[in-house]
């Protein structure tokens, strides 16, 4: 059962790879959560192993649907109201990755409503709800400070979030916002960005929870952070 005094956490793209991995962190410490995802099959997984741990609340859908974002928030004020939002669903896009001069850019399109317009959405609608002393984190990667041949797409939607979270952290000081790059992980969008490859050498998304872990419990300043790096973890 919850604790009237457990905290909440919203976690977009909970079903798999890193949100999964920091919802079990997450529920390993009583926090209730929120998931979503766009496979229901996967999301149902989800829900079986974590609500045996903690309160949980599991909604398929497309973070990119307004209706969804909003039943996201309002599943999590009927837990008490947001500790920490972590905006962690995005799409890579096409695979493997064309180049911008062949990019189609209705394709484009959806990985900006996806990657840059939902997580400001979420956030929109998430500010009425933070407790006070709330976590905002948005999941980044290193293409979106590097011009990596093949990843215009995904880099420029994630350098987009990026400066997104660097106005609204100047905007409202009072909350902590923290855009973070896990590093390279073996999960499935890595696979999809290296399709046909070994990507066995990556490490798992447990290696980069740590470094969140750092970010939601600790009082570290609004900013940009490498989770390995906050953990101390070498690659």
């Not at 079986?48 to 996201?72: M, N």
């Not at 490859?197 to 952070?225: F, K, M, N, Q």
Request: glycine letters at 10%; aromatic letters at 4%.
């Amino acid at each position: 059962m919850r604790l009237e005094s457990a905290k909440v956490a919203l976690i977009t793209g909970g079903s798999r790879g890193l949100g999964l991995a920091l919802a079990r962190a997450l529920a390993e410490r009583g926090w209730s959560l929120v998931i979503d995802a766009r496979g229901a099959e996967a999301l149902e997984q989800a829900r079986r192993e974590l609500s045996a741990r903690t309160s949980l609340i599991a909604l398929p859908g497309d973070v990119a649907d307004p209706e969804h974002a909003r039943a996201l928030v309002e599943a999590a004020r009927s837990l008490g109201g947001i500790d920490v939002l972590v905006n962690n669903a995005s799409i890579l896009g096409p695979s493997p990755q064309p180049g911008l001069a062949d990019y189609p850019l209705e394709v484009l399109e959806r990985v900006y409503r996806v990657n840059v317009f939902a997580p400001l959405r979420l956030i929109q609608l998430a500010l009425p709800a933070l407790k006070p002393g709330a976590r905002i984190l948005n999941i980044t990667s290193d293409a979106a400070v590097e011009g990596y041949a093949g990843w215009g797409g995904y880099g420029s939607s994630k350098a987009a979030l990026e400066q997104l979270c660097r106005v609204l952290a100047a905007e409202h000081p009072e909350l902590r916002v923290y855009w973070v790059d896990p590093g390279d992980m073996n999960t499935q969008m890595q696979q999809e960005a290296f399709p046909g490859e070994d990507i066995s050498d990556r490490l798992p998304p447990e290696a980069s929870v740590p470094g969140l872990l750092e970010l939601v419990e600790g009082e570290h300043p609004s900013g940009r952070y490498k989770a390995r790096e906050l953990a101390g973890v070498a690659r």
